[in-house]
């Protein structure tokens, strides 16, 4: 059964500072998402990684992918008010089934 | 593009009543569907896999003759959750995978169901 860990679950963070949220997931796997929730909203997409290496930047925001380890990394850099979220990491149950099982979800707090 | 709606956005229902939930995809064909359900504070649960044409297929756990999927056409899969009870309770997301895509998946804006 596939598993998906992400910690921290509760990330509370000042305005410029850098973090790091982790991904394990516990089966081999074709794909893992990154999705960012606001509050009593659905999910946006932030990033796709496909292979191992599979590095994507977007603003603030850099992921990456690291298959033999089955870990994902989701960084944050000088973070801002804006990012404040909950953020989940999603991976692809293998065989590209496209049925995700999801983490638990990392709620960002990002203090001015 | 590539955009997915969901109808009704919030729903209040009283207790043994039977509510449905409409999600469509906007701009593409969508060979299948997927409805999740997330509790407040807690993570999506994935429910079921709905493909246009075919019966649903349901995670373990969900009750298939509660939780009533219908995939009719390419556009429109239709979640309905019969003799609602208060824990049925929930924010329902469907998403939706464009006919041939290998791995892109469009959530829908969720549906909130309050069960009274």
């Known amino acids: 059964e596939l598993k998906v860990e992400q910690n921290p679950l509760f990330l509370s963070m000042q305005e410029g500072k850098n973090y790091t949220i982790y991904c394990n997931y516990s089966?081999?796997?074709?794909?893992l998402y990154w999705y960012r929730q606001d509050p009593g909203k659905s999910l946006e997409s932030l990033f796709v990684l496909l292979s191992n290496g599979a590095v994507k930047q977007e603003g603030r925001l850099m992921a990456s992918l690291d298959t033999k380890a089955r870990l994902s990394t989701l960084h944050i850099t000088a973070a801002v008010h804006d990012l404040s979220a909950t953020y989940f990491c999603?991976?692809?149950?293998?065989?590209?089934?496209?049925?995700?099982?999801f983490g638990k979800g990392t709620k960002l707090t990002v203090n001015p | 593009g590539a955009v997915v709606s969901q109808h009704p956005s919030r729903v209040i229902c009283k207790s043994g009543t039977s509510v449905k939930i409409e999600c469509r995809s906007l701009?593409?064909?969508?060979?299948?569907m997927f409805w999740y359900r997330q509790f407040p504070k807690q993570s999506l649960m994935l429910m079921a896999t709905s493909n246009e044409g075919s019966k649903a297929t349901y995670e373990q756990g969900v009750e298939k003759d509660k939780f009533l999927i219908n995939h009719a056409s390419l556009t429109l899969s239709t979640l309905t959750v019969t003799s609602a009870h208060p824990e049925d309770s929930s924010f329902y997301i469907c998403s939706a995978r464009p006919g041939g895509a290998i791995y892109e998946q469009y959530f829908g804006p969720g549906t909130r169901l309050t069960v009274t």
């Open positions: 089966t081999t796997s074709d794909r």
């Open positions: 999603a991976v692809d149950r293998k065989g590209g089934s496209e049925k995700l099982v």
């Open positions: 701009d593409f064909q969508a060979t299948t």
